[in-house]
């Protein structure tokens, strides 16, 4: 089993920056992969963005190129999801994701956090 804490979300204005935490907790993360989904209102859960735990091998959705980058820190068992110039349609819930197979992390992980609000106001 793993746990996963989202942290760090907020109300941000259009064109500012947030980074987002996730903690885990439960078991070693060495052979998973971890990651982060977004869920607007009214919409589909969309895969952002995921990193292989023991390469650091990075994978983003195309929309999410350029403006936010997903990293780790092995040592806290924690991963990050900064987020630049951000927009109002960046608005959603995001969640943190777990999964000891790489395609499975960008389209439906075993393990999910509760989620935290991300709010950019224009």
């Known amino acids: 089993q793993v746990q996963l804490v989202e942290s760090g979300g907020g109300l941000v204005q259009a064109g500012g920056s947030l980074r987002l935490s996730c903690a885990a907790s439960?078991?070693?993360?060495?052979?998973?992969?971890m990651g982060w989904f977004r869920q607007a209102p009214g919409k589909e859960r969309e895969f952002v963005a995921a990193?292989?735990?023991?390469?650091?091998?990075?994978y983003y959705a195309d929309s999410m190129k350029g403006r936010f980058t997903i990293s780790r820190d092995n040592a806290k068992n924690t991963v990050y999801l900064q987020m630049n110039t951000l927009k109002p349609e960046d608005t959603a819930i995001y969640y943190c994701?777990?999964?000891?197979?790489?395609?499975?992390?960008?389209?439906?992980?075993?393990?999910w956090g509760q989620g935290t609000q991300v709010t950019v106001s224009s």
């Open positions: 990193v292989n735990w023991n390469s650091g091998i990075t």
């Open positions: 994701a777990a999964d000891g197979n790489l395609f499975r992390i960008q389209t439906m992980p075993r393990y």
């Open positions: 439960g078991r070693t993360l060495s052979g998973y992969a």
